[in-house]
C-alpha cells in the first residue's frame, strides 16, 4: 500500500531564503509524482509534474526532483517570497489511477 | 481555456438529506477524480471516471456515488448526509490519450464546501 510522508509539517522562513520541500513514498513503482499548492480554503493548484522516467522539472523559482528508487522527491523554492506562503502538497500516481496524497507542508514567508 | 468547474461553491445541507455535486472538466479532458479533503484526514480519493466508466472506487460507503455524462461533466452524490461528510470535496480532470494509466497533469477546481448541520 502506497503511503506518502511529506516533512517539515510547517516551515517558517524570511523573505529571500531558498528552502527544500520533502517527499518520500513507499513503492517506487509509480507513473508520476505532482507537486500542488493549496492557498486556505480554495482548490489545488499544479506546480510541477515529475514522470516515472525523469529525474527533474523545473518552472520559473521552482525546481522538483525524483528519486524513485529511494523513494524521494525534492521541491526547491529559490527566493522565497511573502506570496509563496501557502500548503504545498505532493501526490504520487501508482497503477490504480489515482493520486496518494502526502498530508502536505503549510510554509509561511516572513517579509 | 477554461479550468476546471466546480458548483455549487458552498452549501450547507442538514443531517439526512442528500446532495449533488457538479463538476464540468477542461474541454477535452476525458478522466475525473474526486477527492475528499478534511483536516484529519487530507486528501482521500472517492472514485475515477474515463469515459462514463468507473474505473477505481477509494474506501467510502456505498453513501457516496459518482456518474460521468458523455460531455465528460461529473456528479457526485451522498445521500443520507452525515455530520463527518462535512468537508471541502475536490474534483480533478486529466488528458488521457486511451485508457492507459500514465497520467498527464491533474488539474484542479477550486472545490465544493460542504457543511452539514
Known amino acids: 500500500k502506497q503511503e506518502v510522508t511529506q516533512i517539515p509539517a510547517a516551515l517558517s522562513v524570511p523573505e529571500g531564503e531558498n528552502l527544500v520541500l520533502n517527499c518520500s513514498f513507499t513503492?517506487?513503482?509509480?507513473?508520476?509524482l505532482q507537486w500542488f499548492r493549496q492557498d486556505p480554503g480554495k482548490g489545488l493548484t499544479s506546480l510541477l509534474l515529475?514522470?516515472?522516467?525523469?529525474r527533474e522539472q523545473t518552472s520559473g523559482r521552482l525546481n522538483a526532483s525524483l528519486d524513485k528508487s529511494s523513494g524521494r522527491s525534492t521541491l526547491y523554492i529559490a527566493a522565497s517570497q511573502p506570496g509563496d506562503s501557502a500548503t504545498y502538497l505532493c501526490?504520487?500516481?501508482?497503477?490504480?489511477?489515482?493520486?496518494?496524497f502526502g498530508t502536505g507542508t503549510r510554509l509561511k514567508v516572513l517579509a | 481555456k477554461a479550468g476546471v468547474t466546480q458548483t455549487p461553491r458552498y452549501l450547507i445541507k442538514t443531517r439526512g438529506q442528500q446532495v449533488t455535486l457538479s463538476c464540468s472538466p477542461i474541454?477535452?479532458?476525458?478522466?475525473v477524480s474526486w477527492y475528499q479533503q478534511t483536516p484529519g484526514q487530507g486528501l482521500q480519493f472517492l472514485f475515477e471516471?474515463?469515459?462514463?466508466?468507473?474505473?477505481n472506487k477509494g474506501n467510502f460507503p456505498g453513501r457516496f456515488s459518482g456518474r460521468q455524462f458523455s460531455n465528460s461533466r461529473s456528479e457526485m452524490n451522498v445521500s443520507t448526509l452525515e455530520l463527518g461528510d462535512s468537508a471541502l470535496y475536490l474534483c480533478?480532470?486529466?488528458?488521457?490519450?486511451?485508457?492507459?494509466?500514465?497520467?498527464?497533469?491533474?488539474?484542479f477546481g477550486q472545490g465544493t464546501r460542504l457543511t452539514v448541520v
Open positions: 480533478a480532470s486529466s488528458f488521457l490519450v486511451s485508457q492507459g494509466r500514465v497520467g498527464t497533469e491533474a488539474f
Open positions: 513503492d517506487s513503482a509509480i507513473y508520476n
Open positions: 515529475i514522470q516515472s522516467s525523469q
Open positions: 501526490a504520487v500516481k501508482s497503477g490504480t489511477y489515482k493520486y496518494i
Open positions: 474541454s477535452g479532458h476525458r478522466s
Open positions: 471516471y474515463f469515459s462514463e466508466t468507473q474505473r
